[in-house]
C-alpha cells in the first residue's frame, strides 16, 4: 500500500512549511487571550474541533463558534479561524465580524496564504500544501491540509504542555466523562 506513506510524506512537508515563529504567536495568543474560539466549516471545522478538546484539557475557556451556548467575542479573546482555500464565505466573515465588531484577534490557518481570510487575520498560519492531479489521487479535496492541520495543532498542545508544564494527568482530569 503506496498511499498512506506517500500521504504521510506530504503531511509532514506541510507541517514543515509553518514557520516556528507564527506557530509561537499562536500559543503566546492561546496564553494570553481571555477565551478562545475556534472556527472552520466543513472538515476544516472537524479538526477546529479537535484542536477544541485538547485545548480544554489543557485547562482554557475555548468555544466553537456557532454553536448554541458560545458566548460573545469580545476584544479579549482570540478567533482562531481554519480554511485550506480562505475564501470558505462562513469563516471569511466570521473573521470579519470578530475583528471589527468585537475587537478579537484574528490568527488564520490556511494553505492560500493570499486570501481573503489571510488578509483579514492579524497572523496567518499558512500551510504549503502541495496539490495536484498525483496528490489528488491519494488525498481528494484537502485532505492534505486537514490532516496536516490536524498533526500541526496535536504538535501545539505538546508544545503548550511543555512549555506550561502541565502534564497528561491533568489533562486526563479535564478529560471528559460519560456517566
Not at 479561524?81 to 470579519?96: E, H, N
Request: hydrophobic fraction near 40%.
Amino acid at each position: 500500500m503506496k498511499a498512506p506513506k506517500e500521504l504521510i510524506a506530504y503531511c509532514e512537508r506541510a507541517v514543515e512549511s509553518i514557520d516556528e515563529g507564527v506557530k509561537d504567536e499562536l500559543i503566546d495568543a492561546i496564553l494570553k487571550s481571555r477565551r478562545t474560539f475556534i472556527y472552520g466549516s466543513g472538515r476544516s471545522g472537524l479538526i477546529g474541533q479537535l484542536f477544541a478538546v485538547r485545548l480544554v484539557q489543557l485547562g482554557f475557556d475555548v468555544h466553537f463558534v456557532g454553536e448554541m451556548t458560545t458566548p460573545i467575542i469580545t476584544k479579549d479573546d482570540l478567533t482562531l479561524l481554519i480554511s485550506y482555500t480562505g475564501k470558505t464565505s462562513s469563516v471569511v466573515q466570521t473573521a470579519k465580524i470578530a475583528k471589527e465588531k468585537a475587537g478579537s484577534k484574528i490568527i488564520s490557518v490556511t494553505g492560500k496564504c493570499n486570501s481573503a481570510l489571510a488578509k483579514t487575520s492579524d497572523v496567518t498560519i499558512c500551510m504549503d500544501v502541495a496539490s495536484d492531479e498525483e496528490t489528488s489521487r491519494i488525498a481528494p479535496l484537502g485532505t492534505i491540509f486537514e490532516d496536516s492541520a490536524h498533526l500541526f495543532f496535536e504538535c501545539v498542545v505538546c508544545d503548550i504542555m511543555s512549555r506550561e508544564n502541565i502534564s497528561e494527568e491533568e489533562m486526563r482530569g479535564r478529560h471528559a466523562i460519560w456517566v
